[in-house]
């Protein structure tokens, strides 16, 4: 379980006594609760925040619960639903339940039974999540392992990644370009055995504006064209894995920003005032001498601390030799299947 105060409620209720005391027993139990009294707040309300449960009565003004359901279903990642319902409205319950609302109660309830719902409704929708990011892995499951090689130093780099990857630590990948470091970045992905994706930033092709949403995502009118709330790669790679290529090319703003998120192990996302937990395992690349970089104020020194606490540089192939046939051979079996020939003596 996570921490409770990571689950974020949503109180839909027109009664001001009844929406008041939930309010007050939810939080008492660690949660973050947002209340509002009509369907249409309660509308609004799961367009700008994230929400992982609503707690929505059937009969309120402005619409009604089964209303506001059916647009929270629209969304992109919707909260469960909790209907509540008065007496003589099971029927429309049920309807709700079709409608893809996680239960239903009816006035009056116990407040333990409140809790255990919002606790089992957050549960399905986490595991719902993961259920997604595992699906995702297995469609592109490739028996074949990311690097490949006998060159023992580079052998020594992947004992070490092996014994790293189930940790949370940073790893700071470096090395030439074109020697493998976005591969030993998925490799570390596959060894943590973490549930969540992998998602890839490159910071050469993306101005610093596109990047930074790309990066910490915005809220919706954030900015001119923002219609819709968008999540940012950190918050995309919830339990995962974020891989930052060429992180030495990071503007200083964009360096402050990730230093505060991994600080403080949260950020906002792009005119929001929400906060977002940091659930992501950080691994990031440079061709760049990082230490020279910071020497000549050009990169954050607290930053390449945080992102350091594993570090590992690969060799460029010129001083593998040993590998070239083994890639080679390598490469012709990806290409032709297990009938591939053998290179001869001449050929390699």
């Known amino acids: 379980m996570t921490d409770q105060n990571q689950i974020r409620v949503l109180v839909a209720e027109d009664e001001e006594n009844l929406s008041h005391q939930l309010c007050v027993f939810l939080r008492g139990k660690g949660y973050h609760v947002t209340s509002v009294s009509d ?8 367009r700008d925040e994230a929400f992982d449960v609503a707690l929505l009565d059937i009969v309120m003004p402005q619409f009604d619960g089964l209303e506001a359901l059916r647009y929270f279903r629209s969304e992109a990642d919707p909260p469960e639903v909790i209907v509540i319902t008065g007496n003589g409205t099971v029927e429309t ?3 709700a339940m079709k409608l893809g609302a996680y239960d239903y109660m009816a006035k009056p309830y116990r407040m333990a039974e409140i809790d255990v719902l919002v606790k089992r409704a957050w549960e399905k929708r986490q595991l719902a999540r993961e259920n997604r990011y595992l699906q995702a892995r297995l469609s592109r499951v490739d028996s074949t392992p990311e690097v490949v090689t006998q060159y023992a130093p580079l052998r020594a780099v992947l004992a070490l990644v092996e014994r790293a990857a189930p940790s949370d630590s940073p790893v700071l990948v470096t ?6 470091k976005k591969l030993l970045a998925r490799a570390i992905h596959r060894l943590s055995r973490r549930s969540g994706p992998i998602v890839e930033a ?10 930074d949403v790309e990066l910490f995502g915005h809220e919706r009118d954030a900015f001119t064209g923002a219609i819709a709330r968008k999540a940012g790669l950190i918050e995309l790679g919830s339990n995962g894995t974020l ?3 060429a992180v030495g090319v990071l503007s200083a703003k964009l360096q402050a920003k990730l230093v505060r998120a991994l600080e403080q192990g949260s950020f906002f996302r792009i005119g929001g005032s929400q906060k977002v937990a940091v659930s992501t395992r950080l691994v990031t ?4 001498d990082l230490q020279q970089a910071v020497r000549d104020d050009r990169f954050r020194e607290d930053l390449l601390t945080r992102l350091s606490t594993v570090s590992v540089t690969l060799a460029p192939l010129r001083d593998r030799i040993i590998d070239i046939p083994l890639l ?3 490469f012709l079996t990806q290409m032709a299947g297990p009938a591939a020939p053998i290179l001869t003596p001449d050929a390699v």
């Open 328 to 330: 080679a051979q390598h």
């Open 93 to 95: 319950a049920i309807t």
């Open 175 to 180: 090395g030439e370009s074109g020697t493998g």
């Open 202 to 211: 490159d910071s050469t092709v993306l101005a610093e504006s596109v990047l």
């Open 285 to 288: 690349a440079s061709n760049h």
């Open 39 to 46: 369907g249409r707040a309660a509308v609004q309300a799961v």
């Open 243 to 245: 891989f930052i290529d």
